[in-house]
């Protein structure tokens, strides 16, 4: 069975703490990872795109990788306003989404 | 561009009301689809659209319909509501060339 599972669940940082968190997956038939930012009330927003194994992405302070069995979003000297979920979705012939990692950035 | 919206953004209703949700989106985007946000769980797919007059099921459908008469417009249609539906409901849409979906901002659904 298709499955995504990420983690830690939540994340405590200080800021200026740099951290990474993880999305490990077993799909049949990988077309793409996704990673995106949700904040409290809102709709997620996209990020970041991955194809393949080797693949990396960067967007400020964001960086998402990818190898054959998981994915990482490193957090480079996170700021209190990076504070959000943070969404794993992986596209095999349907969208599989993980659970988040909460995210806590103090100042 | 407003994007993609939804209204309302939270109802209440009592068992056995029905509703419908409100989902539109300005980006001429062949794709549209309906997610619900539970705690502890990832997103799932409710039902989704590859362009108007053409539906089907995702991952958990019963309990809802959907209709798409025009590219701009996906409405969710809770016949019957029963308190399993409380939940957070999402709309997405994107292009049929891009994996990438933008999200509403949401329905925050209590079914009493």
């Known amino acids: 069975e298709d499955q995504v599972t990420q983690s830690p669940e939540a994340l405590r940082l200080q800021e200026g703490e740099s951290s990474s968190l993880n999305c490990s997956y077993t799909v049949s038939g990988l077309r793409g990872l996704f990673w995106y930012r949700q904040d409290p009330g809102k709709g997620p927003e996209f990020l970041f795109t991955l194809y393949s194994a080797g693949e990396e992405k960067e967007k400020e302070r964001l960086k998402a990788t990818l190898t054959k069995k998981e994915s990482f979003l490193h957090i480079t000297a996170p700021k209190p306003e990076d504070s959000a979920t943070y969404l794993c979705?992986?596209?095999?012939?349907?969208?599989?989404f993980g659970t988040g990692t909460r995210l806590q950035v103090f100042p | 561009n407003a994007g993609v919206t939804q209204t309302p953004k939270f109802q209440v209703l009592k068992t056995g009301q029905s509703m419908t949700l409100q989902c539109a989106q300005d980006?001429?985007?062949?794709?549209m689809s309906w997610y619900r946000q539970d705690p502890g769980m990832g997103l799932r797919l409710i039902h989704y659209s590859v362009g108007a007059g053409i539906t089907d099921q995702g991952e958990v459908p019963n309990g809802y319909n959907v209709s798409r008469s025009t590219t701009e417009d996906f409405p969710l249609r809770l016949l019957s509501a029963a308190p399993s539906q409380t939940s957070v409901y999402f709309c997405a849409s994107r292009n049929w060339d891009s994996q990438t979906q933008y999200f509403g901002p949401g329905t925050r659904l209590l079914v009493l």
């Open positions: 980006m001429n985007h062949e794709y």
């Open positions: 979705a992986v596209n095999t012939d349907k969208l599989i």
